[in-house]
């Protein structure tokens, strides 16, 4: 079992940054060859995958974040990052972090597929304002 606890969530206006932390404990003897994602879900919509790190150590992002967030992960401590810069109110939603402990990469194409992970956070919130 993995257990996955995001912090650094906030209000913030547009163009602000903010980091977000996944913390993963449990069974994180792999942690350096786990697959791990930031998705996020706005209200009343679907979730959305945000930006991925596969196993490969490829990263990948979708196209409305692409230049602005930057997804990292420091293996000593077990935490996934997510930088996010230039925010915008669009940005706004819950952004959950995932894990896949198997050996998943994506060859450079990521389908964002929630039910490509296994283990999931309780999430963060995001809140940005015009």
């Known amino acids: 079992q993995v257990q996955l606890a995001e912090s650094g969530g906030g209000s913030v206006q547009a163009g602000g940054s903010l980091r977000l932390s996944c913390a993963a404990s449990g069974s994180t003897l792999h942690y350096d060859r786990f697959c791990m994602a930031w998705f996020r879900q706005a209200p009343g919509k679907e979730r959305e995958g945000v930006a991925v790190?596969?196993?490969?150590?490829?990263?990948i992002y979708t196209e409305s974040v692409k230049g602005r967030f930057t997804i990292s992960k420091d293996n000593a401590k077990n935490t996934l990052y997510l930088q996010m810069n230039n925010l915008k109110p669009e940005d706004t939603a819950t952004y959950y972090c995932?894990?896949?402990?198997?050996?998943?990469?994506?060859?450079?194409?990521?389908?964002?597929?929630?039910?490509?992970?296994?283990?999931w956070g309780q999430g963060t919130q995001v809140s940005v304002s015009a």
């Open positions: 790190i596969d196993s490969d150590n490829d990263k």
């Open positions: 995932a894990a896949e402990p198997g050996v998943l990469s994506y060859g450079g194409y990521w389908t964002a597929a929630p039910t490509d992970f296994t283990y």
